[in-house]
Nanobody
C-alpha cells in the first residue's frame, strides 16, 4: 500500500482543516488506517484510527470531540476532519495503514507527512 497525504497548511486557532490520504493498491480495504502526528523532540502520537470496515474508531484524548476520521474504501481514501484547532495541534501529520487498528506497532505502511501549523 502506498499512501499520500495532503491538506496541511497554516491556520489560526479555532479554524478547521481537512487532511486527506490517498492509497494505492487493491488491498486498501483490508487495512485499518490511522493518522499520527509528530513534533520535534516528541514521539510520534496516534491521534485517530479507523477499522477496515469503518465501524470502529479510536481518538486520542487530546483530539476527542474535535477530530473525525473517515474512510471511503471504494475511493481508497481516508480523511481527518480537524475542527477547533489549537496551537498544540501543530505537527507533521502522517497517515498509516496496518492490519490491527488497536496495535500501534502493526502500522507498517506510511505516507510522507503533511505539515499543519496552528498559529495566530
Amino acid at each position: 500500500v502506498q499512501l499520500q497525504a495532503s491538506g496541511g497548511g497554516l491556520v489560526q486557532p479555532g479554524d478547521s482543516l481537512r487532511l486527506s490520504c490517498a492509497a494505492s493498491g487493491s488491498t486498501f480495504s483490508s487495512y485499518a488506517m490511522a493518522w499520527f502526528r509528530q513534533t520535534p523532540g516528541k514521539e510520534r502520537e496516534r491521534v485517530a484510527a479507523i477499522s477496515w470496515s469503518g465501524n470502529n474508531r479510536y481518538y486520542a484524548d487530546a483530539v476527542k470531540g474535535r477530530f473525525t476520521i473517515g474512510r471511503d474504501n471504494a475511493k481508497g481514501t481516508v480523511s481527518l476532519q480537524m475542527n477547533d484547532l489549537k496551537p498544540d495541534d501543530t505537527a507533521v501529520y502522517y497517515c498509516a495503514a496496518g492490519l490491527i487498528m488497536a496495535s500501534v506497532k502493526s502500522y507498517e505502511y506510511w505516507g510522507p507527512g503533511t505539515l499543519v501549523t496552528v498559529s495566530s
